[in-house]
T-cell receptor, first 115, second 112 residues
Framework: EPEVTQTPSHQVTQMGQEVILRCVPISNHLYFYWYRQILGQKVEFLVSFYNNEISEKSEIFDDQFSVERPDGSNFTLKIRSTKLEDSAMYFCASKRDSANTGELFFGEGSRLTVL | SQQGEEDPQALSIQEGENATMNCSYKTSINNLQWYRQNSGRGLVHLIL?????REKHSGRLRVTLDTSKKSSSLLITASRAADTASYFCATVPFQGAQKLVFGQGTRLTINP
C-alpha cells in the first residue's frame, strides 16, 4: 500500500542551526502538508502546498520556515535557524483530492530536538 | 480558539466495553474526519462523514454528526487493548480552506 515516508526519523540539532526535514508523499497525490506536534499537545497545521506553491500557512510558519518540492518527488521543510521551541514531531501529509474532501495520509513523523 | 474540541480528554475503560468520544466544532464544515494516533506514531485516518450525513459505520466504528449542534461522536464497540491510542477529530474550518484543523484529542486506554 502506498505510504508517505519521512526522513530522518529523529534529528538532534543545536539552536541556531538549519534543519531540513524530508518527505516523499504518495505519488499521485496533489496536496501536501506539514504539521507539527509538540510533545503531549495537539497536532498543529503549518503549511499546505499545491501546484508548486504555498496555498495556505499558519502564523507558526514564519520567515524561518520554508517548503520546497525540488524534484517532483520530495517535499521538504526547512527551518533556517532553529529555536528551542521548534522541538517537536513534524508530520508530512498528502492528499489526492481537492482541498475540502478526502483524507490526509500522514507519514510517521520526524522528531526534532533542538538543544 | 480550536475548531475541534474533543471530550473527554482521557478515557479509560475495560476491554470489551464501548468507548464514546465527542467532538465539537465552531464553523460550517464540508466534512468531519476522525484520526487515530498510536503513541509516537503518525496519524491514521479512520472515517470521514460528510455534512449531509448523520451517521456512518466502518467495522466497529460508528460516527454521528449533528450539524445543528456542531458536534460529532465516535463510538468504538467491543473495545480491544489494541484500540489504545489518541483519537482526534478534524475539520476544514471554512470554505476554500486547504487545511484540516485538529482538536486536542482524546487519550483512550483499554485495560485488558
Amino acid at each position: 500500500e502506498p505510504e508517505v515516508t519521512q526522513t530522518p526519523s529523529h534529528q538532534v540539532t543545536q539552536m541556531g542551526q538549519e534543519v531540513i526535514l524530508r518527505c516523499v508523499p504518495i505519488s499521485n497525490h496533489l496536496y501536501f502538508y506539514w504539521y507539527r506536534q509538540i510533545l503531549g499537545q495537539k497536532v498543529e497545521f503549518l503549511v499546505s502546498f499545491y501546484n508548486n506553491e504555498i496555498s495556505e500557512k499558519s502564523e507558526i510558519f514564519d520567515d524561518q520556515f520554508s517548503v520546497e518540492r525540488p524534484d517532483g518527488s520530495n517535499f521538504t521543510l526547512k527551518i533556517r535557524s532553529t529555536k528551542l521551541e521548534d522541538s517537536a514531531m513534524y508530520f508530512c501529509a498528502s492528499k489526492r483530492d481537492s482541498a475540502n474532501t478526502g483524507e490526509l495520509f500522514f507519514g510517521e513523523g520526524s522528531r526534532l530536538t533542538v538543544l | 480558539s480550536q475548531q475541534g474540541e474533543e471530550d473527554p480528554q482521557a478515557l479509560s475503560i475495560q476491554e470489551g466495553e464501548n468507548a464514546t468520544m465527542n467532538c465539537s466544532y465552531k464553523t460550517s464544515i464540508n466534512n468531519l474526519q476522525w484520526y487515530r494516533q498510536n503513541s509516537g506514531r503518525g496519524l491514521v485516518h479512520l472515517i470521514l462523514i460528510r455534512s449531509n450525513e448523520r451517521e456512518k459505520h466502518s467495522g466497529r466504528l460508528r460516527v454521528t454528526l449533528d450539524t445543528s449542534k456542531k458536534s460529532s461522536s465516535l463510538l468504538i464497540t467491543a473495545s480491544r487493548a489494541a484500540d489504545t491510542a489518541s483519537y482526534f477529530c478534524a475539520t476544514v474550518p471554512f470554505q476554500g480552506a486547504q487545511k484540516l484543523v485538529f482538536g486536542q484529542g482524546t487519550r483512550l486506554t483499554i485495560n485488558p
